[in-house]
């Protein structure tokens, strides 16, 4: 059972569009994380979120957990080649301990 | 963020032979855990490894289809048996600190 869905699942854009997406669940999560992974690499961590209504912005990615802690979003603004890659969300239930349910992954596309 | 080495990086096995895939990290952490990414795919959690107990596998994962070890507190590996193709896949370990998790670069399992 999938926990997490993300959309959407492919997107391909021009340098300098902004972009967002987004990760449902029916599920409350008592943490979500957003990752990053590139070909033949592991995901690389970019953010935990914890509390409902939380936003984090690392440089130009902004991040927010649903108020209900059931849904998340990474915006992107004036995206750059160098952002291309798999972004995956995955999160952490009461039931799952700090096992990490993952979503099935954005796969983004920036072109020069 | 922990530093996470995977060994081998990449494998080709004939069906129906097994491979222990190494996972080796930078300090200790109690926390360890194993996944399973299937081409195009998202991540699948095989099991966790905490360091003093049996690992605990997720429902479609067996003991003997995936044998694990966990000696130390900087150190497991995981054994993929009697291969079949569906198992290639890259595997993954990661190290938890609380809600965050770390990745290793993953092992490329292709089974022919």
């Known amino acids: 059972t999938q926990l997490l869905e993300q959309s959407p699942q492919f997107l391909s854009i021009q340098e300098g569009e902004n972009l967002t997406v987004y990760c449902n669940s029916s599920?409350?999560?008592?943490?979500l994380q957003w990752y990053r992974q590139e070909p033949g690499e592991g995901p690389v961590l970019l953010v935990t979120v914890v509390t409902g209504g939380e936003v984090k912005k690392l440089k130009r990615l902004t991040f927010q957990f649903g108020d209900a802690r059931k849904d998340s979003s990474l915006h992107i603004t004036a995206a750059q080649p160098g952002d291309t890659g798999l972004y995956l969300c995955?999160?952490?239930?009461?039931?799952?301990?700090?096992?990490?349910?993952f979503g099935k992954g954005t796969s983004l596309l920036v072109t020069p | 963020s922990a530093v996470i080495s995977q060994k081998p990086s990449r494998d080709i096995c004939q069906r129906g032979t097994s491979l222990t895939i190494q996972c080796q990290v930078d300090?200790?952490?109690?926390?360890m855990f194993w996944y399973r990414q299937q081409p195009g795919q998202s991540l699948t959690l095989i099991a966790t490894a905490n360091q003093g107990s049996e690992a605990t596998y997720e429902s479609g994962f067996v003991i003997d289809k995936f044998p694990i070890s966990r000696p130390n507190l900087t150190f497991s590996t995981l054994t993929v048996s009697n291969m079949s193709p569906e198992d290639s896949s890259i595997y993954l370990c990661?190290?938890?600190?609380?809600?965050?998790?770390?990745f290793g670069p993953g092992t490329r399992l292709t089974v022919t």
């Open positions: 300090s200790q952490v109690t926390m």
């Open positions: 995955a999160g952490t239930t009461s039931n799952s301990g700090y096992a990490l349910n």
């Open positions: 990661s190290v938890g600190g609380g809600y965050e998790q770390y």
């Open positions: 599920s409350v999560f008592s943490s």
